[in-house]
């Protein structure tokens, strides 16, 4: 019979001991964290509150040129997001993701309106009849944005329908596309003012 050796700060232990591996995927995504932090400006960074050393370690990644300086740098940057709390970091990514997923959205919904005020027709099937009244359209965004210059608007639209009519581009579905992504952009600013 084997004799079972007892540890008594395991046996007692609240915290599960973690493996190697795990330990090792943690400190991957600490070090994916301040790599994220890259992607921001250093001006930026300055007002985030991040510690001295980290930011420092991020300012002189721009300076950085060897393949091999890099990884260690990327590295020293892991060793020091992991003595941090990554708790403030990680919300300054998730704004700055979802941030950019609201851009994208605006961006793909300025292109559905524009379509759907110069042909009138619904792209996807799952639009209901009013989306697709370009009349109903344009009330929408005129309420949306009463600065928006009306004139300026219907001239848009009939010139980007002429266009499409003769197969010709001129600019005028751009410009309508530009018109529509600034009032979209005028009401998210609102919001965030507000």
Do not use: Y
């Amino acid at each position: 019979m084997k004799r079972r050796r007892s540890f008594p700060d395991r046996d007692n232990a609240e915290i599960p001991a973690r493996s190697r591996t795990r330990k090792k995927k943690e400190v991957e995504v600490l070090q994916k964290m301040g790599e994220r932090l890259l992607e921001i400006s250093s001006e930026k960074r300055s007002r985030l509150g991040l510690p001295d050393e980290l930011r420092e370690a991020l300012d002189q990644m721009d300076s950085v040129k060897g393949r091999q300086a890099v990884r260690r740098q990327r590295q020293r940057i892991g060793v020091i997001m992991r003595h941090i709390d990554p708790e403030p970091v990680k919300a300054v990514l998730e704004e700055m993701d979802s941030g950019a997923r609201m851009d994208a959205w605006r961006h793909r919904r300025a292109g559905e309106i524009r379509n759907l005020l110069l042909s009138g027709e619904a792209e996807n099937a799952g639009v209901n009849e009013r989306e697709t009244d370009p009349a109903a359209i344009m009330e929408d965004l005129i309420r949306r944005c009463p600065d928006l210059d009306r004139t300026r608007l219907r001239t848009l639209i009939r010139n980007g329908e002429k266009e499409a009519a003769a197969s010709k581009k001129k600019g005028a579905g751009k410009k309508l596309f530009c018109m529509i992504r600034d009032c979209l952009e005028a009401e998210k600013e609102e919001g965030a003012g507000g």
